[in-house]
């Protein structure tokens, strides 16, 4: 049976972790917005811009958030559900339902420089959690 083309709910949480250890690492809020397109499921990974940022040479604006969004994680303290927020792209991770290249994940540029039979492999950070000690 073919796989859905869509994140399950593990999936979803290994990627608000992603966006709010992003957040962490870089000091600034990550935020990462879930779509569907006809083809499956995509994830779009952002860093907010605040009102006074000048967009740098070469960055692909994206806005994330409002109502109807599905944002994911602690979303950087930021009021999503109502508001948008223009955004530096990132990446994005798309799935397919091609079975080696299960999820692919696109630049800048929007063109596919890694794709893996498994989302964790396309993560920045290992979101396993790590075995407790032995009471030995």
Do not use: H
Not at 64 to 75: D, M, N, R, S, T
């Amino acid at each position: 049976m073919d796989q859905p083309l869509s994140f399950s709910e593990a999936e979803l949480i290994m990627l608000g972790k992603t966006a709010d250890a992003l957040s962490a690492y870089m000091g600034a809020a990550i935020l990462a917005e879930v779509s569907q397109t006809d083809d499956g499921d995509w994830v779009i990974f952002g860093r907010a811009l605040g009102d006074d940022t000048p967009p740098e040479d070469g960055m692909l604006q994206v806005q994330i958030g409002g109502p109807a969004a599905q944002v994911l994680g602690e979303k950087g303290g930021l009021e999503l559900d109502t508001d948008t927020y223009d955004c530096a792209f990132l990446w994005a991770i798309q799935i397919t339902d091609d079975p080696v290249e299960r999820f692919i994940r696109l630049d800048q540029e929007g063109e596919v420089f890694e794709s893996a039979t498994q989302l964790s492999d396309l993560l920045p950070f290992n979101l396993d959690e790590p075995e407790p000690p032995s009471d030995d």
